[in-house]
């Protein structure tokens, strides 16, 4: 949900912690797993045009986006090793998306502006991944 300025608004815990990638013990999202969902979500519609000119193409990008969150979310309730391995895997998927949009922005299939903000949101996923495995 967006808030003023764009600012994300989590709902209120104790119902819905586990739901919005909530921190029980902090009350804190988890904000590379939020910013993740969020490039999801505002990649949803350039998906579905390259989806329209390129059936496989869409099929590995929908694989690879929804690998982001979903490995985040897994990382943050592992320890160790385990942990950093999804948190890499995670950043490695972002990297997958990124190279994939820039692969139908050259086939033609959508322009720049469509997938700008959702690059833009990936690589702030790339960077807190990295703060998170380095």
């Not at 949900?1 to 764009?6: R, S």
């Not at 939020?34 to 979500?41: F, L, N, P, S, W």
């Not at 690059?119 to 703060?131: F, G, N, P, Y």
Request: glycine share 8%.
């Amino acid at each position: 949900m967006q808030g003023v300025a764009g600012a994300l608004v989590v709902p209120a815990c104790p119902v819905s912690c586990a739901v919005w990638g909530m921190n029980q013990q902090r009350k804190r999202p988890f904000e590379a797993l939020e910013v993740a969902v969020r490039a999801v979500r505002v990649l949803r519609s350039a998906v579905e045009t390259i989806g329209h000119k390129d059936r496989a193409l869409e099929q590995q990008l929908r694989k690879a986006l929804s690998s982001v969150p979903m490995n985040l979310g897994e990382g943050r309730r592992r320890s160790g090793r385990d942990r950093l391995h999804l948190y890499r895997v995670s950043a490695g998927s972002a990297d997958e998306v990124c190279i994939a949009l820039r692969v139908a922005e050259a086939m033609g299939y959508v322009e720049l502006e469509d997938v700008a903000e959702g690059l833009e949101l990936l690589d702030r996923v790339l960077a807190m991944t990295w703060r998170l495995t380095h």
